[in-house]
């Protein structure tokens, strides 16, 4: 589980990315009326897809190891971005403050957990990148 569970967080973050941001290029995303009350002062039908590229960018990102850093930085200013319908919209997000979240509610919150997974996938690999410039330190 050690050796496996890091690069399965990526992989599975990378999948999320990758199918909600296609959703939103394509129009068939149900989060699309939640975007465009959250961010009205944009036209949604060109909000919405620009935002599912960056999320599928951020996707890839996970996938190719070099870009990790990146993708990491971006996803967690994205997921800070996400919460903000807690603040904006409470009557969408929760049938009583902040007891009772809706289910919109609950799927913002939800995202706690893929912080959580960014943030494990994060220490992993910046524990990798410092180990290797520490070798190539100790071999010059």
């Known amino acids: 589980m050690e050796k496996h569970s890091?690069?399965?967080?990526?992989?599975?973050?990378?999948?999320?990315?990758?199918?909600?941001?296609?959703?939103?290029?394509?129009?068939?995303?149900?989060?699309?009326?939640?975007?465009?009350?959250?961010?009205?002062?944009?036209?949604?039908?060109?909000?919405?897809?620009?935002?599912?590229?960056?999320?599928?960018?951020?996707?890839?990102?996970?996938?190719?190891?070099?870009f990790i850093p990146y993708a990491i930085v971006l996803l967690l200013l994205h997921m800070t971005v996400t919460l903000f319908p807690i603040f904006i919209l409470k009557t969408i997000c929760f049938d009583t403050f902040p007891f009772c979240p809706t289910l919109i509610g609950q799927y913002i919150i939800k995202n706690l957990v893929l912080i959580s997974g960014a943030l494990v996938v994060a220490g992993k690999y910046n524990e990798n990148y410092y180990a290797e410039t520490n070798l190539k330190m100790e071999r010059d």
């Open 6 to 66: 890091v690069n399965f967080m990526r992989v599975a973050l990378a999948v999320v990315y990758i199918w909600f941001g296609g959703l939103k290029i394509f129009g068939m995303s149900p989060a699309g009326e939640l975007v465009e009350q959250t961010v009205y002062w944009f036209r949604p039908e060109i909000f919405i897809p620009i935002l599912g590229v960056c999320e599928v960018i951020i996707g890839l990102g996970l996938l190719i190891k070099k």
